[in-house]
C-alpha cells in the first residue's frame, strides 16, 4: 500500500527470498486463525453502485468507521483506502470496485473469528445506514457490469487494469465486481507446509463447489454455479492456477520461490508511489535490470510485495492462504474458515485428508478446477461427483474440531461454525443453485430480489 513502505534491507542471496516465506513457521501453540472477506457495496434508492467520493460515498464510510473504531487510516496519494487496526494487525481495505474488505486479525479460534465479523459488521452497518450503503453477500455483483462500476482511487489498480485487459479476457471482472472469502493458516514446517499446501490445493475445487454463491451477472442467469470461479480461470494464466508442481518429489520453499520468480511483476513501491513494472521479470530487478529502475536492486518487501501480487487457488507466504470460495452470507465466512481448521489443524483429520487426494492425478485435480465453476457439487469424479469427496470432506473438517475441542462461553465447540456446510450438504444444493430456484420461482426473473434477500 502506498504510503506504507519503510526500510528493508536488499536482497543478498536465494536463500533470502526462501526465507520470506520460511520464517512464518511457528509451533502449533502459535497458530492461528485468519480470516479475510469482500462485501459489494450498493445503494438501494434508487439501486446503483456506490462511489469513492461524495456525503454518501465509499470515503465517507470509511471516515464513519474509523471514528467508530479509531482505526488509523491509510493513504494513497491524499486519498483514504483504508483503515489499520494496529491492536491486532487487521483493517479495512477497497478492492478495485469499491468492495469493503475486512482482513481479520490472527484469532485463536473460530469463536473468536465469528466475534470479530459479528462485530465488523455491527459497526459497518451502523455507519452505512445513514449513508443508503448497504452489503451484499455474493461472489459477483448480480446485475452490473464492469463499466458501470466507479473505480477505487488506488495507484496499483491503475497499473493490473490495463495489464489485465492484455493478458486475459475477465481479468478487470475479477477486480471490479468479484468477492471472495479466504481463510488464513499457519504451518509449523516446510514438510508441514507442504502437506497443508498439497491438500488445500486438491480440495480447493471442493470448497468452490460448497461455497458457490454467484449464478448470476449482468442481470442474468450466467449459466455457472460460481461465475467468479469462471472469472478466475480467464484472468491471467502466469499467476493463478493449480500449482501442479507443489506435487511433484522435493517441492518446498525453495520450488514456490522459482514458480513466484517467474510471474511477471506488476509494481515497485518507491517514496509513497507506486512504479509500473507490469510484465517485467524479478529475476531481471534482482540483477538490477529493470528498465523503469535501473541499476537498482530489490529489497525484500520488494519481494513480499511481489509475493501477494500471485493468485493461485492456494498462496504461499508465512502462511497458506485459501482462496477458492465465494463471498456469501455472514455465517458462510466462518463457515469457510471452520472447515479449513478442521481440516488442516488436526493431525488425524489432515492424515485423512491427506489420504483422500493423494490418488488424484494431476489431471483429475485439473478436470476438477475446470469444471466446478459450472456444475459445482456435480463434477464428475471417479465414477460419481464431488458431492461425495465433498461430504467427506466436511466429516473430516468436523471430527477435526470436535477434537479440538475448543469452547465457547455457552459450552459449545466449533462444529457450530459448520452449520451452513451440513445444510448445503442436506440439501445437495449450494447457495447458488438455491438462489437459482428463486430466481426462477418466486422471483419470477427479478434479479433486483437478490439485493434485498443476499443484504448482510
Not at 479509531?70 to 494496529?86: A, S, V
Not at 492456477?241 to 513466484?260: T, V
Not at 459445482?376 to 461427483?385: F, M, V
Not at 440439501?427 to 448482510?456: C, H, I, Y
Request: glycine content about 8%; hydrophobic content about 40%.
Amino acid at each position: 500500500m502506498a504510503g506504507a513502505d519503510t526500510y528493508s534491507p536488499l536482497i543478498e542471496s536465494r536463500a533470502d527470498l526462501i526465507e520470506a516465506m520460511a520464517r512464518g513457521a511457528k509451533p502449533e501453540s502459535e497458530w492461528r486463525i485468519g480470516t479475510e472477506h469482500e462485501k459489494h457495496v450498493f445503494h438501494t434508492n434508487p439501486l446503483r453502485p456506490v462511489t469513492y467520493e461524495g456525503p454518501q460515498g465509499i470515503r465517507a464510510l470509511l471516515d464513519g468507521v474509523q471514528a467508530e473504531t479509531g482505526w488509523e487510516p491509510f493513504y494513497d496519494g491524499e486519498n483514504p483506502i483504508g483503515l489499520r487496526n494496529n491492536e491486532s494487525a487487521g483493517g479495512i481495505s477497497l478492492e478495485p470496485g469499491g468492495q469493503f474488505e475486512l482482513s481479520g486479525a490472527p484469532q485463536v479460534d473460530l469463536h473468536a473469528s465469528a466475534a470479530e465479523l459479528t462485530e465488523h459488521m455491527r459497526v459497518s452497518k451502523k455507519v452505512a445506514a445513514p449513508l443508503d450503503i448497504h452489503f451484499l453477500g455474493l461472489g459477483v455483483t448480480p446485475i452490473w457490469s464492469v463499466d458501470q462500476i466507479p473505480a477505487m482511487p488506488k495507484s496499483r489498480y491503475g497499473i493490473m487494469k490495463p495489464y489485465m485487459e492484455k493478458v486475459g479476457t475477465l481479468g478487470t471482472s475479477m477486480m471490479f465486481r468479484s468477492c471472495t472469502v479466504q481463510t488464513n493458516l499457519d504451518f509449523s514446517s516446510e514438510a508441514d507446509m507442504v502437506k497443508k499446501l498439497r491438500v488445500s490445493v486438491a480440495l480447493q475445487p471442493v470448497a468452490t463447489a460448497l461455497f458457490a454463491s454467484s449464478p448470476f451477472s449482468e442481470g442474468r442467469d450466467s449459466g455457472y454455479l460460481s461465475f467468479r470461479s469462471h472469472i478466475w480461470l480467464n484472468t491471467d494464466d502466469a499467476r493463478t492456477g493449480m500449482l501442479p508442481f507443489a506435487f511433484d518429489e522435493g517441492f518446498g520453499f525453495e520450488q514456490y520461490a522459482d514458480y513466484a520468480l517467474d510471474v511477471p511483476m506488476y509494481f515497485v513501491i518507491r517514496d509513497g508511489a507506486y512504479v509500473n513494472v507490469a510484465g517485467e521479470s524479478f529475476s531481471a530487478f534482482l540483477k538490477g535490470e529493470l528498465p523503469q529502475l535501473p541499476g537498482e536492486k530489490p529489497t525484500i518487501k520488494d519481494w513480499e510485495d511481489h509475493l501477494s501480487t500471485i493468485f493461485p487457488e492456494v498462496r504461499l507466504k508465512q502462511f497458506l492462504e485459501m482462496r477458492g470460495a465465494d463471498m456469501g452470507d455472514e455465517k458462510s465466512v466462518t463457515a469457510l474458515s471452520a472447515f479449513w481448521t478442521g481440516l488442516l489443524y488436526d493431525d488425524v483429520s489432515l492424515e485423512a485428508a491427506y489420504e483422500l487426494i493423494e490418488p488424484w492425478s494431476q489431471d483429475e485435480r485439473a478436470h476438477m478446477r475446470r469444471e466446478v465453476p459450472r456444475l459445482g457439487l456435480e463434477t464428475p469424479h471417479d465414477r460419481s461427483n464431488l458431492y461425495d469427496i465433498a461430504a467427506q470432506a466436511v466429516g473430516i473438517a468436523e471430527a477435526g474440531l470436535v477434537r479440538r475441542d475448543r469452547r465457547n462461553a455457552e459450552g459449545k465447540d466449533e462444529t457450530i461454525h459448520l452449520a451452513p456446510l451440513e445444510e448445503t450438504i442436506r440439501l445437495a444444493k449450494s447457495p447458488a443453485e438455491r438462489w437459482l430456484d428463486k430466481f426462477r420461482g418466486e422471483w419470477n426473473g427479478d434479479l433486483t430480489q437478490v439485493f434485498k434477500e443476499a443484504e448482510m
